[in-house]
Protein backbone atom coordinates (compact mmCIF):
# COMPACT_ATOMS: atom_id res chain seq x y z
CA UNK A 1 0.00 0.00 0.00
CA UNK A 2 1.74 3.37 -0.87
CA UNK A 3 1.24 6.06 1.38
CA UNK A 4 2.84 9.20 0.67
CA UNK A 5 5.63 10.31 2.61
CA UNK A 6 4.97 7.21 4.42
CA UNK A 7 2.43 8.66 6.49
CA UNK A 8 1.41 6.09 9.46
CA UNK A 9 3.70 3.25 8.29
CA UNK A 10 5.47 1.19 10.79
CA UNK A 11 9.15 1.10 9.99
CA UNK A 12 10.32 0.57 13.97
CA UNK A 13 9.66 -1.56 17.16
CA UNK A 14 11.30 0.74 19.36
CA UNK A 15 11.42 0.99 23.42
CA UNK A 16 12.84 4.55 23.40
CA UNK A 17 9.39 6.55 23.53
CA UNK A 18 6.16 6.42 22.75
CA UNK A 19 3.66 9.05 21.47
CA UNK A 20 -0.31 8.88 21.64
CA UNK A 21 -1.97 11.92 20.11
CA UNK A 22 -5.45 10.79 20.99
CA UNK A 23 -4.55 10.38 24.50
CA UNK A 24 -2.54 13.34 24.41
CA UNK A 25 0.49 11.17 26.05
CA UNK A 26 4.16 11.12 25.68
CA UNK A 27 6.47 8.62 27.60
CA UNK A 28 10.31 7.75 27.97
CA UNK A 29 10.75 4.30 28.33
CA UNK A 30 7.53 3.57 29.38
CA UNK A 31 7.77 6.55 32.19
CA UNK A 32 5.13 9.40 31.36
CA UNK A 33 7.47 12.96 30.46
CA UNK A 34 5.35 14.64 33.26
CA UNK A 35 6.89 12.34 36.33
CA UNK A 36 10.44 12.20 34.55
CA UNK A 37 10.93 15.77 34.47
CA UNK A 38 9.72 17.32 37.88
CA UNK A 39 12.00 14.54 39.69
CA UNK A 40 15.25 14.52 37.56
CA UNK A 41 18.04 16.04 35.86
CA UNK A 42 18.73 16.40 32.00
CA UNK A 43 21.92 14.64 32.71
CA UNK A 44 19.93 11.95 34.90
CA UNK A 45 16.65 11.58 31.85
CA UNK A 46 19.64 11.40 29.03
CA UNK A 47 21.53 8.76 31.29
CA UNK A 48 17.76 6.87 31.43
CA UNK A 49 17.17 7.32 27.52
CA UNK A 50 20.89 6.38 26.65
CA UNK A 51 20.53 3.02 29.34
CA UNK A 52 16.99 2.26 30.22
CA UNK A 53 17.46 3.17 33.71
CA UNK A 54 18.14 5.59 36.04
CA UNK A 55 21.87 6.82 37.24
CA UNK A 56 22.87 5.96 40.75
CA UNK A 57 25.47 8.35 42.71
CA UNK A 58 28.16 6.43 41.63
CA UNK A 59 27.01 6.23 37.50
CA UNK A 60 25.66 10.23 37.95
CA UNK A 61 28.96 11.61 38.81
CA UNK A 62 31.03 8.95 35.82
CA UNK A 63 28.59 10.77 33.47
CA UNK A 64 29.07 14.45 34.95
CA UNK A 65 32.71 13.80 34.35
CA UNK A 66 32.12 12.83 30.93
CA UNK A 67 30.30 15.69 30.26
CA UNK A 68 32.40 18.06 31.02
CA UNK A 69 35.44 16.48 29.32
CA UNK A 70 32.95 16.61 25.99
CA UNK A 71 32.82 20.25 26.40
CA UNK A 72 36.47 20.52 25.63
CA UNK A 73 36.45 20.39 22.06
CA UNK A 74 39.12 19.10 19.98
CA UNK A 75 41.47 21.49 18.60
CA UNK A 76 40.69 20.83 14.55
CA UNK A 77 36.89 21.47 15.78
CA UNK A 78 37.73 24.81 16.90
CA UNK A 79 39.67 25.86 14.06
CA UNK A 80 37.10 24.36 12.02
CA UNK A 81 34.03 26.76 13.73
CA UNK A 82 36.38 29.43 13.58
CA UNK A 83 37.32 29.54 10.01
CA UNK A 84 33.50 29.53 9.04
CA UNK A 85 31.99 32.66 7.77
CA UNK A 86 30.28 34.46 10.70
CA UNK A 87 27.26 34.97 8.77
CA UNK A 88 26.73 31.52 8.28
CA UNK A 89 23.62 29.68 9.87
CA UNK A 90 24.16 28.16 13.24
CA UNK A 91 22.30 24.71 11.76
CA UNK A 92 24.53 24.68 9.21
CA UNK A 93 28.13 25.25 11.46
CA UNK A 94 26.88 22.69 14.02
CA UNK A 95 26.22 20.20 11.12
CA UNK A 96 29.76 20.51 10.06
CA UNK A 97 31.87 20.78 13.38
CA UNK A 98 29.79 17.82 14.24
CA UNK A 99 30.82 15.88 11.11
CA UNK A 100 34.55 16.87 12.39
CA UNK A 101 34.26 14.12 14.96
CA UNK A 102 34.84 11.77 12.64
CA UNK A 103 38.18 10.57 13.27
CA UNK A 104 39.80 7.27 14.52
CA UNK A 105 40.48 8.08 17.91
CA UNK A 106 36.73 9.32 18.46
CA UNK A 107 35.24 6.27 16.71
CA UNK A 108 37.48 3.75 18.71
CA UNK A 109 35.54 4.66 21.97
CA UNK A 110 31.85 2.83 22.52
CA UNK A 111 28.96 4.85 20.80
CA UNK A 112 27.54 5.11 24.38
CA UNK A 113 30.37 7.59 25.45
CA UNK A 114 30.37 9.05 21.72
CA UNK A 115 26.50 10.03 22.41
CA UNK A 116 27.73 11.53 25.43
CA UNK A 117 30.56 13.58 24.18
CA UNK A 118 28.55 14.56 20.66
CA UNK A 119 25.41 15.62 23.57
CA UNK A 120 27.86 17.59 25.86
CA UNK A 121 29.87 19.30 22.57
CA UNK A 122 26.74 20.55 21.04
CA UNK A 123 25.65 23.53 23.26
CA UNK A 124 29.29 24.35 23.04
CA UNK A 125 29.81 24.56 19.29
CA UNK A 126 26.54 26.39 18.99
CA UNK A 127 27.73 29.09 21.75
CA UNK A 128 30.86 29.24 20.33
CA UNK A 129 29.61 30.45 16.50
CA UNK A 130 26.99 32.50 18.12
CA UNK A 131 29.43 34.86 19.90
CA UNK A 132 31.69 34.63 16.91
CA UNK A 133 28.74 35.96 15.13
CA UNK A 134 28.90 38.89 17.04
CA UNK A 135 31.59 40.04 17.79
CA UNK A 136 32.04 38.69 21.29
CA UNK A 137 34.68 37.09 23.37
CA UNK A 138 34.60 33.41 23.58
CA UNK A 139 33.26 32.27 26.88
CA UNK A 140 34.30 29.11 27.91
CA UNK A 141 32.89 26.13 29.86
CA UNK A 142 32.51 26.34 33.54
CA UNK A 143 32.83 22.61 34.96
CA UNK A 144 31.32 23.91 37.73
CA UNK A 145 27.99 24.16 36.17
CA UNK A 146 25.05 21.85 34.82
CA UNK A 147 24.88 21.37 31.45
CA UNK A 148 21.96 23.75 30.88
CA UNK A 149 23.35 26.26 33.32
CA UNK A 150 26.31 25.59 31.43
CA UNK A 151 24.94 26.54 28.02
CA UNK A 152 23.24 29.85 28.84
CA UNK A 153 26.99 30.93 30.50
CA UNK A 154 28.42 30.32 27.56
CA UNK A 155 25.77 31.91 25.57
CA UNK A 156 25.75 35.41 27.41
CA UNK A 157 28.85 35.18 29.47
CA UNK A 158 26.86 36.21 32.73
CA UNK A 159 26.36 33.71 35.14
CA UNK A 160 22.26 32.41 34.36
CA UNK A 161 19.62 32.52 38.39
CA UNK A 162 17.85 29.93 38.55
CA UNK A 163 14.97 31.16 37.10
CA UNK A 164 16.33 30.65 33.79
CA UNK A 165 18.13 28.12 34.43
CA UNK A 166 14.62 25.76 35.45
CA UNK A 167 12.91 27.25 32.52
CA UNK A 168 15.30 26.51 30.22
CA UNK A 169 15.82 22.89 31.71
CA UNK A 170 12.17 21.79 31.46
CA UNK A 171 12.17 22.62 27.37
CA UNK A 172 15.20 20.60 27.23
CA UNK A 173 14.20 17.76 28.68
CA UNK A 174 10.37 17.45 27.21
CA UNK A 175 11.94 18.21 23.83
CA UNK A 176 15.45 15.39 23.58
CA UNK A 177 12.55 12.68 22.50
CA UNK A 178 9.55 12.40 20.17
CA UNK A 179 9.37 9.17 18.70
CA UNK A 180 10.15 8.41 14.99
CA UNK A 181 10.02 12.14 13.51
CA UNK A 182 12.08 13.15 10.32
CA UNK A 183 14.81 13.99 11.54
CA UNK A 184 15.18 10.68 14.04
CA UNK A 185 14.51 8.43 10.93
CA UNK A 186 17.36 9.93 9.12
CA UNK A 187 19.46 9.09 12.02
CA UNK A 188 18.37 5.78 12.16
CA UNK A 189 18.61 5.18 8.07
CA UNK A 190 21.97 6.53 8.47
CA UNK A 191 23.19 3.96 11.18
CA UNK A 192 21.06 1.15 9.34
CA UNK A 193 24.04 1.12 6.54
CA UNK A 194 26.50 0.28 9.47
CA UNK A 195 27.21 3.80 8.81
CA UNK A 196 28.51 5.53 12.39
CA UNK A 197 27.21 7.70 14.98
CA UNK A 198 28.62 10.81 14.04
CA UNK A 199 27.23 10.25 10.32
CA UNK A 200 24.11 9.82 11.87
CA UNK A 201 23.61 12.73 14.13
CA UNK A 202 25.07 14.86 10.85
CA UNK A 203 21.98 13.58 8.88
CA UNK A 204 19.44 14.54 11.53
CA UNK A 205 20.83 17.85 11.54
CA UNK A 206 20.67 18.31 8.32
CA UNK A 207 17.04 17.53 8.23
CA UNK A 208 16.04 19.37 11.50
CA UNK A 209 17.70 22.28 9.57
CA UNK A 210 14.40 22.31 7.37
CA UNK A 211 11.54 24.48 8.45
CA UNK A 212 9.07 21.83 7.90
CA UNK A 213 10.53 20.25 10.84
CA UNK A 214 12.67 22.14 12.78
CA UNK A 215 11.28 25.43 12.37
CA UNK A 216 11.88 28.05 15.34
CA UNK A 217 8.85 29.31 16.52
CA UNK A 218 9.45 32.62 15.97
CA UNK A 219 5.92 33.22 15.02
CA UNK A 220 4.39 32.97 18.39
CA UNK A 221 6.80 35.76 19.26
CA UNK A 222 5.51 37.97 16.84
CA UNK A 223 2.00 36.88 17.96
CA UNK A 224 3.03 37.67 21.40
CA UNK A 225 4.84 41.10 20.50
CA UNK A 226 1.43 42.04 18.45
CA UNK A 227 -0.29 41.74 21.62
CA UNK A 228 1.76 43.15 24.03
CA UNK A 229 -0.60 43.70 26.78
CA UNK A 230 -3.45 41.25 28.22
CA UNK A 231 -6.03 43.98 26.69
CA UNK A 232 -4.65 43.67 22.78
CA UNK A 233 -5.42 39.54 22.99
CA UNK A 234 -9.22 39.65 21.32
CA UNK A 235 -8.46 42.39 18.81
CA UNK A 236 -5.32 40.79 17.56
CA UNK A 237 -6.71 37.23 17.64
CA UNK A 238 -9.59 37.91 15.78
CA UNK A 239 -8.17 40.23 13.35
CA UNK A 240 -6.32 37.21 12.42
CA UNK A 241 -9.02 34.99 12.82
CA UNK A 242 -11.19 36.94 10.25
CA UNK A 243 -8.21 37.69 7.74
CA UNK A 244 -7.21 34.01 7.43
CA UNK A 245 -4.29 33.62 9.09
CA UNK A 246 -3.27 30.63 10.83
CA UNK A 247 -2.96 31.39 14.95
CA UNK A 248 0.38 30.16 16.00
CA UNK A 249 1.22 27.84 18.38
CA UNK A 250 -2.40 26.17 18.13
CA UNK A 251 -3.21 22.47 16.76
CA UNK A 252 -0.41 19.65 15.86
CA UNK A 253 -0.43 17.39 13.53
CA UNK A 254 -0.33 14.50 15.87
CA UNK A 255 -1.91 15.37 19.13
CA UNK A 256 -6.02 15.61 18.70
CA UNK A 257 -5.74 16.68 22.57
CA UNK A 258 -3.86 19.18 24.43
CA UNK A 259 0.20 18.33 23.44
CA UNK A 260 1.52 16.89 26.84
CA UNK A 261 4.32 19.29 26.35
CA UNK A 262 2.29 22.46 26.16
CA UNK A 263 0.63 21.25 29.92
CA UNK A 264 3.84 20.55 31.42
CA UNK A 265 5.85 23.85 30.30
CA UNK A 266 2.18 26.16 30.58
CA UNK A 267 2.75 24.67 34.85
CA UNK A 268 5.96 25.80 34.75
CA UNK A 269 5.21 29.06 33.71
CA UNK A 270 2.55 29.29 35.84
CA UNK A 271 4.67 28.57 38.72
CA UNK A 272 7.17 31.47 37.84
CA UNK A 273 3.89 33.44 37.68
CA UNK A 274 5.18 37.39 38.55
CA UNK A 275 9.12 36.82 37.33
CA UNK A 276 8.43 37.29 33.83
CA UNK A 277 5.84 39.85 31.89
CA UNK A 278 6.30 37.85 28.85
CA UNK A 279 5.32 34.10 31.00
CA UNK A 280 2.26 35.76 32.57
CA UNK A 281 0.90 37.30 29.03
CA UNK A 282 1.10 33.66 27.73
CA UNK A 283 -0.85 32.06 30.39
CA UNK A 284 -3.62 34.63 29.79
CA UNK A 285 -3.51 34.58 26.63
CA UNK A 286 -3.80 31.30 25.74
CA UNK A 287 -7.39 30.61 27.49
CA UNK A 288 -8.53 33.82 25.67
CA UNK A 289 -7.23 31.86 22.26
CA UNK A 290 -8.74 28.67 22.88
CA UNK A 291 -11.97 30.53 23.49
CA UNK A 292 -11.97 32.50 20.57
CA UNK A 293 -11.24 29.67 18.08
CA UNK A 294 -13.65 27.55 19.57
CA UNK A 295 -16.15 30.01 19.00
CA UNK A 296 -14.61 31.07 15.45
CA UNK A 297 -13.84 27.48 14.39
CA UNK A 298 -15.69 25.14 16.40
CA UNK A 299 -15.09 21.33 16.52
CA UNK A 300 -11.75 21.84 15.50
CA UNK A 301 -10.22 21.01 18.77
CA UNK A 302 -7.12 23.44 18.40
CA UNK A 303 -5.02 23.23 21.57
CA UNK A 304 -1.96 24.76 22.44
CA UNK A 305 1.26 23.12 20.99
CA UNK A 306 4.95 23.12 22.71
CA UNK A 307 5.61 26.01 19.98
CA UNK A 308 3.72 28.16 22.04
CA UNK A 309 4.86 27.86 25.98
CA UNK A 310 8.52 27.37 24.29
CA UNK A 311 8.13 30.67 22.70
CA UNK A 312 7.21 32.50 25.60
CA UNK A 313 9.86 30.91 27.59
CA UNK A 314 12.66 31.76 25.44
CA UNK A 315 11.11 34.90 24.92
CA UNK A 316 11.73 35.34 28.71
CA UNK A 317 15.23 34.83 29.08
CA UNK A 318 16.02 36.58 25.97
CA UNK A 319 17.13 33.51 23.78
CA UNK A 320 16.70 35.38 19.71
CA UNK A 321 14.87 33.48 17.30
CA UNK A 322 17.84 32.19 15.63
CA UNK A 323 19.40 29.98 18.90
CA UNK A 324 15.72 28.15 18.58
CA UNK A 325 16.09 25.12 16.18
CA UNK A 326 19.54 25.17 17.50
CA UNK A 327 18.60 24.70 21.59
CA UNK A 328 16.04 22.52 19.89
CA UNK A 329 18.55 20.15 18.28
CA UNK A 330 20.80 20.81 21.52
CA UNK A 331 18.19 18.78 23.47
CA UNK A 332 16.72 15.98 20.66
CA UNK A 333 20.77 15.20 20.42
CA UNK A 334 19.95 13.08 22.68
CA UNK A 335 17.04 10.81 21.24
CA UNK A 336 18.89 10.73 18.02
CA UNK A 337 21.56 8.83 19.60
CA UNK A 338 19.15 6.74 21.89
CA UNK A 339 17.64 5.95 18.63
CA UNK A 340 21.36 5.33 16.92
CA UNK A 341 22.02 3.11 19.39
CA UNK A 342 19.25 0.88 19.43
CA UNK A 343 19.27 0.84 15.84
CA UNK A 344 22.34 -0.95 15.99
CA UNK A 345 21.07 -3.12 18.84
CA UNK A 346 18.78 -5.21 16.14
CA UNK A 347 20.05 -3.78 12.93
CA UNK A 348 18.02 -4.25 9.52
CA UNK A 349 18.82 -2.39 6.55
CA UNK A 350 16.20 0.20 5.99
CA UNK A 351 15.07 -0.55 2.38
CA UNK A 352 11.44 1.14 1.49
CA UNK A 353 10.25 0.73 -2.38
CA UNK A 354 9.08 2.89 -4.78
CA UNK A 355 6.70 2.72 -7.48
CA UNK A 356 7.74 4.01 -11.09
CA UNK A 357 4.67 6.54 -12.22
CA UNK A 358 6.88 7.57 -15.44
CA UNK A 359 6.13 7.27 -19.34
CA UNK A 360 7.53 4.54 -21.07
CA UNK A 361 9.37 5.05 -24.27
CA UNK A 362 8.92 2.26 -27.30
CA UNK A 363 12.34 1.29 -28.32
CA UNK A 364 13.97 0.00 -31.81
Request: glycine content about 8%.
Amino acid sequence: MFQKGLKDVIAVHTNIASVDGDKGELRYRGVSVGNLIATHSFEEVAYFMWNGVFPGDEELHELNEKMIAGRELPSHVIAIIDALPTNMPLMEVMRTAISAYGHTAFKDRTIEDQAIILTAALPVIIARHYRNQNGQTIVEADPALSHTANYLWMLTGEMPNDVQVEALETYLKLTMEHGLNASTFAARVTISTESDLVSAITSAIGTMKGPLHGGAPSGVIDLLEEMGTRDNIRRVVEGKIKGGERIMGFGHRIYKTEDPRSILLRDKCISMSGEDAWLDLATVAEKEIIALLEEHKPGRKLYTNVEYYAAAIMRSIDMPPELFTPTFSAARIVGWTAHAIEQLSDNTIFRPQSVYVGEFHVEG
